[in-house]
């Protein structure tokens, strides 16, 4: 038996803070937390309209279809 959940708007709500907390709390090893924390920090969008561009920091969502 197969058992699949869909969870509306897990990947972009959740913060990488809380990711990583669960990580260690779950007794994830220090090394991938570090390497997990560092594949989504500092991450940037870019929004234009018309001429006019702004970059947003991200502060949550996971990347969708990534190798998180």
């Known amino acids: ?5 869909n969870i ?6 959740t ?4 990711m990583c907390h669960a990580l260690v709390r779950h007794g994830g090893d220090y ?7 560092a594949t ?3 991450r940037v969008a870019v929004t234009t309209l018309n001429d006019f ?3 947003l920091s991200i502060f949550r ?8």
Do not use: H, K
């Open 1 to 5: 038996m197969n058992v699949f959940i």
């Open 8 to 13: 509306e708007g897990a990947f972009n709500n």
């Open 15 to 18: 913060y990488y803070d809380t």
């Open 31 to 37: 090394t991938i937390v570090v390497w997990i924390r």
């Open 40 to 42: 989504l920090e500092g």
């Open 53 to 55: 561009s702004q970059p």
């Open 61 to 68: 969502c996971s990347p969708q279809g990534g190798v998180l």
